[in-house]
């Protein structure tokens, strides 16, 4: 009977620990299919792809705080898999928009990239109270929905570049757990499944609620801190 007792905690141990992974994988496998309709002129589809790897990011977070401690190959997988999803697959997209051919506007994306592998290097190494900067995911989410609304591409790529900013700031921003979390979560599931029109003034939503967080973000940080 007790040795049943421990091959059952055992299991669960296990579970627990590969769970978290498996949603870091999802993250970006998503990613991955986002890129590949992206590349074949299917928006709609990979951005409702790239909004599953943001759910699938918030998951794993949320699963991997029932481990007893962090496990350092959990924590890289995640960081590898945000790179892909959340900065490369915005960066290319980007490039895409912008004309799809080298030119100074590659700048752009470049620099997106390039601050989001730095912004998640940065976040590896630094207490894990808050984040310095805007997180890749929130910055990465906003990309790509703004693009999804076809905006002059002079505009998205001032949009990029402010994000790169943020990105690597020193900006103090909360963590969203509990219900704040699910607050921003719902919205992400109700856009997967919608079609148009609705999906569109369900991106305009995200874009509006990632700005609202961004905007307010260091005050709420504050406000958290007392």
């Given at each position: ?12 141990k296990y579970i627990i620990h590969i769970i978290p992974n ?48 962090e496990s350092e190959f959990g924590i890289q997988l995640d ?145 958290l801190m007392k």
């Amino acid at each position: 009977m007790s040795n049943n007792k421990n091959q059952n905690s055992e299991a669960s141990k296990y579970i627990i620990h590969i769970i978290p992974n498996i949603a870091s994988l999802g993250n970006l496998i998503s990613g991955f299919i986002a890129l590949t309709l992206i590349l074949n002129n299917q928006i709609l589809y990979a951005t409702k792809f790239f909004l599953l790897a943001v759910l699938l990011d918030g998951i794993d977070g949320k699963l991997a705080k029932l481990r007893e401690e962090e496990s350092e190959f959990g924590i890289q997988l995640d960081s590898l898999s945000d790179a892909i999803s959340f900065g490369f697959v915005p960066s290319v997209y980007l490039f895409i928009y912008s004309g799809g051919s080298l030119s100074v506007y590659t700048l752009i994306p470049i620099l997106f990239v390039s601050i989001s592998i730095l912004r998640l290097a940065r976040f590896n190494i630094s207490p894990k109270n808050g984040f310095r900067g805007v997180p890749t995911t929130c910055a990465g989410l906003l990309l790509v929905a703004f693009l999804y609304l076809e905006p002059q591409i002079y505009i998205s790529l001032i949009v990029a570049s402010i994000l790169s900013i943020l990105m690597i700031s020193e900006i103090k921003y909360p963590r969203l757990s509990g219900g704040k979390s699910l607050i921003a979560g719902i919205p992400l599931a109700l856009t997967i499944i919608t079609t148009e029109p609705i999906f569109s003034i369900m991106i305009t939503l995200t874009i509006f609620l990632a700005t609202l967080y961004i905007t307010l973000g260091s005050v709420l940080k504050w406000k958290l801190m007392k």
